[in-house]
């Protein structure tokens, strides 16, 4: 298998593009990462994260209300990494389709690509109901504030998505400490939440924001609906679920130190697969080089160039 993120010109420079390397080994796999894809008119151009994934493809758009201020950038390799996550999954296909006798593919993933991807459910939606239809505050869902973002009263985030609502309504309102708005006419059923969506949204609000976060997660547990809270980096690495699920893996470098680092979220028998270091800039240059026929001499001579490490 060969990978590159080389960009097309390179590639024909250096003599790796898809000829080259096949006119030494038919049967490779060959798979190119690129920013935009390998046709139209930037196929030869480069890509960002930043600028295909999140910003071209309308990813950075669905979450920024209108009018409101440019969207931040993303956590860094945002796009990178779900890419990255495409690309092995295709590189597995075509190994595959390879081993059982069928042509072997030149397999190509974009950063453009994969966030159209994502974004699959808006671009289908806003041919049937507008290209403004889903943007900012439409994406609450109003008419349901139970999918909803609330503030607590030391300036956190929770996040409601309970889509059915009259099954948790009762509930949430009790361990609010708000029963009596389960009990309000105006918040009967979720027809009559629809219909005073911003009284019963305002009323939720003032509940979530009398409590401290410590005190919401407490109670919203105690009942049966969907939240999650608004969570930081450094909060999700200590979350219990990412802890129990081995979401995080250490590192062990054979020299005493040790990194923490996210695991592939694919699992196998509920198990990650094995972590180990990456290999260090040179480490297995003649262990290559000797499986390729370079006489070890010859491998000195290089190295004593500069040609290799």
Not at 109 to 134: E, H, K, N, R, Y
Not at 236 to 246: E, R, S, T, Y
Request: contains cysteine.
């Amino acid at each position: 298998m060969f990978l590159t993120n080389l960009l097309p010109g390179s590639r024909r420079k250096l003599g790796l593009d898809v000829d080259d390397v096949r006119a030494r080994n038919p049967r490779i796999v060959y798979a190119r990462g690129s920013g935009q894809g390998p046709r139209g008119p930037e196929a030869e151009a480069g890509g960002y994260d930043a600028l295909s994934f999140w910003f071209r493809a309308a990813v950075a758009d669905s979450v920024s209300p209108p009018g409101a201020p440019p969207p931040p950038l993303p956590s860094p390799g945002f796009g990178d990494v779900i890419s990255g996550l495409a690309l092995a999954g295709d590189i597995a296909a075509a190994l595959l389709a390879r081993e059982r006798g069928g042509d072997v593919p030149v397999v190509d993933v974009s950063l453009l690509g994969t966030a159209v991807w994502s974004m699959q459910i808006g671009v289908a939606a806003s041919d049937q109901v507008g290209p403004d239809a889903l943007r900012g505050p439409q994406r609450q869902l109003p008419g349901n504030p139970l999918v909803r973002q609330y503030a607590t009263a030391d300036g956190r985030w929770v996040a409601l998505c309970m889509l059915q609502p009259d099954r948790y309504w009762t509930g949430l309102c009790e361990v609010l400490g708000v029963p009596a708005l389960a009990a309000d006419p105006r918040f009967a059923d979720a027809r009559a939440r629809a219909a005073h969506d911003g009284e019963c949204a305002a009323a939720l609000a003032a509940a979530f924001g009398a409590l401290p976060l410590a005190d919401v997660r407490d109670r919203l547990a105690r009942q049966d609906g969907q939240w999650a809270v608004v969570q930081v980096e450094a909060e999700l690495a200590a979350d219990p679920q990412v802890a129990a699920n081995g979401y995080l893996r250490a590192v062990e470098f054979g020299d005493g130190r040790r990194q923490r680092v996210v695991a592939a979220p694919v699992q196998f028998d509920e198990r990650s697969p094995r972590l180990v270091p990456a290999p260090g800039l040179g480490q297995h240059t003649d262990d290559v080089l000797a499986r390729a026929g370079v006489p070890a001499a010859e491998i000195a001579r290089l190295r004593g160039r500069g040609v290799v490490r």
